[in-house]
């Protein structure tokens, strides 16, 4: 069955801060802002709207304003994606249709949502299909509402913001939702991804069942909701440490510093606590929560200049960069490790760090002479 068009979809897509650097990017390539298929295709897909600019002129000032977006996310985590291959590969097979829960953690500087758009744009579409830049997966928002305090609630409240995720907020009678909730996913042949984002403060304000509670939520819905495979990603982002401040008056500093110290050592201790929780349900296989397919990857940690060199040898890179050219990368790359390391006292550094100085890095490498592969 062919993707069919959401109603919500548009011809052509404004990314006016996009981070492809804005013009208009073909509605083939683009669902309404949601990107599949392959970084190279997702290149050569692209309209730029100026006249008298040749294919090859069109990429290279497209790529002198910003890399790709998801290029840099590349590096690493392929641990958490060797963990999935198994799982996915099992969903896949099944003739019914399936929920398989992915539940993905790590502190909040790892830039989940980005490790999401890898998934649905590079990761999913190579198992699904030998031509992956065809490939269009749609994805829905379930909001966690953090700020309800019974949780006796909690399934009505994240059904409604499902609805309105899915349907919009429409005058669909409650008693048609579900139906009009299979129609729509019936219309798509590759499985439906719907995250959810935790942090560690629903944990502390709404008490440790809530992973359980959401949990119950789609076991329930999987005998309602089935004419679709689901891929459900529930992320869970820790709450790093403060920044420390600074401040001229001394008393204020002092204040501050001890106001941050204890809300540092809660928000450890928290996460501790939820590392350990995850580590016991693993542990029971989630038997509990038949017949959903329930895996935790890997946690997201910091990427090491290991890891960092050989997606700069990756066929990602290449295909963007002069082969010529990787050496030089290489050594950047190095010397970007070497400061950071002086500055931070570790080895690795954090998802969001990594792309935006990797951004700067092949920003200046594709402006200079001869960068464009």
Request: net charge neutral; charged share 25%; glycine share 4%.
């Amino acid at each position: 069955m062919p993707d069919s068009e959401d109603p919500k979809e548009v011809t052509n897509y404004e990314l006016p801060d996009a981070k492809f650097g804005g013009g208009l990017i073909n509605a083939e390539s683009v669902n309404a802002g949601r990107i599949g298929g392959d970084i190279t295709n997702i290149i050569q897909n692209v309209t730029f709207q100026k006249s008298g600019l040749s294919s090859e002129q069109a990429i290279r000032s497209l790529l002198e304003r910003d890399p790709p977006f998801l290029l840099a996310y590349l590096a690493n985590r392929r641990e958490q994606e060797l963990e999935l291959r198994d799982v996915f590969e099992k969903a896949l097979k099944q003739a019914k249709p399936c929920y398989l829960v992915c539940i993905i953690h790590g502190e909040e500087s790892q830039s989940h949502y980005s490790f999401l758009q890898r998934l649905k744009n590079v990761y999913f579409p190579r198992f699904l299909s030998s031509n992956p830049e065809e490939i269009k997966i749609q994805e829905y928002h379930l909001e966690w509402p953090s700020r309800l305090k019974k949780l006796d609630n909690l399934r009505k409240n994240l059904y409604i913001n499902l609805v309105d995720s899915i349907l919009g907020y429409s005058s669909v009678p409650p008693e048609k939702c579900n139906e009009r909730i299979n129609d729509i996913f019936g219309r798509y042949s590759n499985p439906v991804i719907v995250h959810t984002h935790l942090m560690t403060e629903d944990w502390q304000h709404q008490g440790f069942e809530i992973l359980d509670k959401l949990l119950e939520f789609w076991q329930d819905l999987h005998n309602k909701i089935i004419t679709q495979k689901l891929i459900i990603c529930i992320f869970i982002k820790y709450k790093a440490k403060r920044k420390k401040t600074t401040n001229k008056r001394w008393f204020k500093w002092t204040f501050n510093f001890w106001r941050d110290s204890l809300k540092g050592y809660r928000y450890q201790k928290t996460n501790r606590m939820i590392r350990e929780y995850l580590q016991k349900r693993c542990a029971s296989n989630f038997t509990y929560f038949n017949p959903l397919n329930i895996i935790v990857l890997p946690e997201l940690e910091g990427v090491s200049k290991k890891e960092v060199e050989d997606w700069a040898r990756s066929e990602f890179v290449k295909n963007i960069v002069n082969e010529a050219m990787i050496d030089l990368l290489i050594n950047k790359i190095g010397e970007m490790f070497d400061s950071w390391e002086e500055q931070n006292s570790s080895e690795t550094i954090p998802m969001n760090d990594l792309a935006d100085k990797l951004n700067n890095l092949l920003k200046s490498l594709l402006t200079a002479k001869g960068g464009l592969a």
